[in-house]
């Protein structure tokens, strides 16, 4: 049986909350670092990535060059092609039109909602996926824009820690996906996490925190990979 748009978008709500709270912060981050209501706003249609927006921001702020910020973005985002290679072959019947928006507009939790769904042995489709990410899509770009208008009201929003909302996104993505997955031991579990946690901190000294987070979870999934092949 496929699914149809309306589905996606009721798989797709209970990921809001993630997507409202992250955004809400990436807007007051993006007012402080002296953008408008409307910079904000567009940032959130055209870039569309929680890392990426925050990253930008920061970097704005320290008057950064645009290139150290395209190749710091294009760094980070770099997942997105690996995440779209994933659920590529199965919309290979759909036009390439429909694949175009598709793959522009998945994200972490769409992706995983989409490789839950083909776990599940679900027949998923195009409408479906097309559901999924709208309502993401929109939710984001509204969240943003209440995180802008609310930062006129927060001038300094770095003292109740808005910036480290992404990585505690991450970190809690990190830890559910390690604790559901019940064929792999406490102890490798563990081991993983703390690889990760070790690395972040190791990172952190020289680079951006959410540049430092991407690079130790890929390492640590790496690391899972390769003692799972070890086996």
């Not at 042995?121 to 824009?145: D, E, F, P, R």
């Not at 009201?153 to 019940?182: C, E, H, N, R, T």
């Not at 000294?205 to 070890?230: D, F, N, S, W």
Request: positive net charge; hydrophobic residues 55%; proline residues 3%.
């Amino acid at each position: 049986m496929n699914h149809s748009f309306k589905e996606g978008v009721t798989d797709c709500i209970p990921t809001l909350l993630g997507y409202i709270g992250i955004g809400i912060a990436a807007g007051i981050i993006g007012k402080a670092s002296n953008l408008s209501i409307l910079e904000v706003t567009l940032l959130a249609i055209m870039v569309y990535a929680g890392a990426a927006q925050f990253i930008i921001t920061g970097l704005i702020a320290m008057s950064a060059p645009i290139t150290a910020i395209i190749f710091t973005v294009f760094l980070v985002n770099l997942r997105h092609l690996l995440m779209s290679m994933t659920v590529a072959p199965y919309f290979k019947r759909f036009s390439l039109l429909n694949n175009i928006a598709i793959g522009s507009l998945l994200t972490d939790e769409t992706f995983a909602v989409a490789v839950n769904a083909i776990t599940k042995k679900k027949s998923i489709n195009a409408h479906w996926m097309q559901g999924l990410n709208l309502t993401a899509y929109v939710a984001w770009i509204l969240s943003c824009i209440v995180g802008a208008v609310l930062g006129n009201w927060l001038p300094d929003p770095y003292q109740f820690g808005f910036d480290y909302s992404l990585i505690a996104m991450f970190v809690g993505l990190l830890y559910l996906q390690l604790i559901s997955d019940k064929t792999h031991s406490i102890r490798r579990n563990f081991s993983i996490m703390l690889i990760v946690t070790i690395l972040v901190i190791f990172f952190m000294r020289y680079m951006v925190p959410e540049l430092a987070l991407l690079l130790a979870t890929i390492i640590g999934c790496l690391t899972g990979v390769i003692i799972q092949k070890c086996k």
